[in-house]
């Protein structure tokens, strides 16, 4: 059974420190690689859609998260808080407060919205020892979040518009859904006391459902604190589930801060704040695809997209120039050289490389590399430049395909 822990490991993508902590994983080159390519993927998509990013800092006063609601309902998951002169700092357990500050730093007309803010930043969650799990469950979190600031007959063609995101970006990673879930308050002091507030949101996340044609079972007791949610969940290999991404309606916080548009009719009015998150907490959806994977990436993804093999010490220079084009056209490419064994060991050491070029003397006599494929097959010869060029083509295309037909 595939378990990210043990292949995480194994790829040399991450691995941990007693020194550092449990609950606090670090990244090595080739994980790197493909946590930065996730992110880059992530800003590309929602610039396309309209959002604009910010940044804002991790730490906040204790203030701002009694303002939002998250030390009455949520303190047993923060961080204590650090004393810093006459005043308490805590390490933020959610990005959305900042970004109501953000908001409300400036005047707002009904023109400019929605006004879509997208931040990939981190986030602190004090888990105990025993809930904690390799990437997919971990106390420093890089969460890929944003928050739209809308009028209220804005809110469910923004939050279907974010649905339709994630659906996208699984499609391209190579992720499928298990299910839908329309997360609903359960009894208890956990949940804000609103029932208005409640019910209004949870009929307008009834209608982005319905409307989208999306199958979906409500869960109560799996609520946000402020508000009720769509949960896209996901499954690992042993069957166990989990949440990756949401999308959530919140009209507790604009009211907690006060937030305010001027409308048509020169009045003030309260937006609605739309929270989703495509793909969840960056660890947590490599953790998926690399079990989903097993390590084989999609070719976009992939730390190591070309392995350039040449049969012998004479073939180098040829392989070495191969790599040289690859690199400069943006691919991710490495050469595999007879000193790293004979040619049957260095092919099955680049056993999820997704493309081999493979340089014999009758290819470099003729300017020609081998090619193949992660899957087993063989294209044959083809020059360098048209390889690379071809690879270039899959790795904007996105997806999970190998080869495409010329």
């Not at 043990?6 to 090595?28: I, N, Q, S, V």
């Not at 859609?49 to 203030?63: D, F, I, N, Q, T």
């Not at 969840?280 to 070309?306: K, N």
């Not at 063989?378 to 360098?384: D, E, F, K, T």
Request: charged share 30%.
């Amino acid at each position: 059974m595939r378990d990210h822990r043990r292949l995480g490991r194994e790829l040399e993508l991450f691995d941990t420190d007693p020194l550092m902590g449990a609950g606090l994983p670090y990244w090595l080159p080739d994980g790197a690689v493909v946590r930065h390519t996730l992110e880059e993927y992530v800003r590309d998509a929602e610039r396309a859609a309209g959002y604009r990013h910010v940044y804002s800092p991790v730490l906040g006063k204790r203030e701002l998260y009694e303002t939002s609601g998250h030390w009455d309902h949520y303190s047993d998951d923060m961080f204590p808080p650090m004393e810093l002169g006459a005043e308490q700092v805590v390490l933020r357990p959610s990005l959305c407060p900042h970004h109501a500050l953000i908001y409300r730093s400036r005047s707002h007309s009904y023109r400019e919205l929605p006004l879509r803010l997208a931040e990939l930043g981190g986030m602190y969650r004090s888990e105990l020892s025993g809930v904690l799990g390799g990437l997919t469950r971990v106390r420093s979190i890089q969460l890929n979040d944003a928050h739209i600031f809308c009028t209220l007959d804005q809110a469910v063609d923004e939050a279907r518009a974010a649905l339709e995101l994630i659906g996208r970006a699984y499609a391209d990673l190579g992720i499928r859904a298990s299910r839908h879930r329309l997360s609903l308050p359960g009894e208890g002091g956990k949940y804000v006391a609103d029932p208005a507030l409640w019910s209004r949101a949870t009929a307008l996340l009834r209608e982005v459902l319905d409307g989208s044609g999306i199958a979906y079972e409500e869960a109560e007791g799996e609520a946000a604190f402020y508000g009720p949610k769509i949960d896209v969940q996901i499954e690992d290999r042993a069957g166990r589930e989990a949440t990756l991404s949401t999308v959530q309606i919140d009209f507790h916080q604009p009211e907690r801060f006060d937030l305010h548009y001027i409308g048509a009719d020169g009045a003030k009015h309260r937006p609605v704040m739309v929270h989703r998150s495509v793909i969840g907490s960056v660890e947590r959806a490599v953790a998926h695809l690399i079990e989903e994977h097993g390590g084989a990436f999609p070719v976009w993804l992939a730390p190591e997209q070309l392995a350039v093999l040449p049969v012998a010490q004479a073939q180098v220079e040829r392989a070495e120039e191969v790599v040289r084009r690859a690199v400069e056209h943006g691919l991710r490419a490495r050469l595999h050289g007879p000193e790293d064994g004979t040619l049957g060991a260095r092919v099955r050491a680049a056993r999820l490389v997704p493309y081999q070029a493979v340089i014999g003397e009758r290819e470099a006599d003729g300017d020609l590399v081998a090619v193949r494929l992660r899957d087993g097959r063989r294209i044959g010869a083809l020059s360098g430049a048209e390889l690379v060029r071809r690879i270039g083509e899959r790795v904007r295309a996105r997806g999970t395909g190998l080869w495409e037909s010329a």
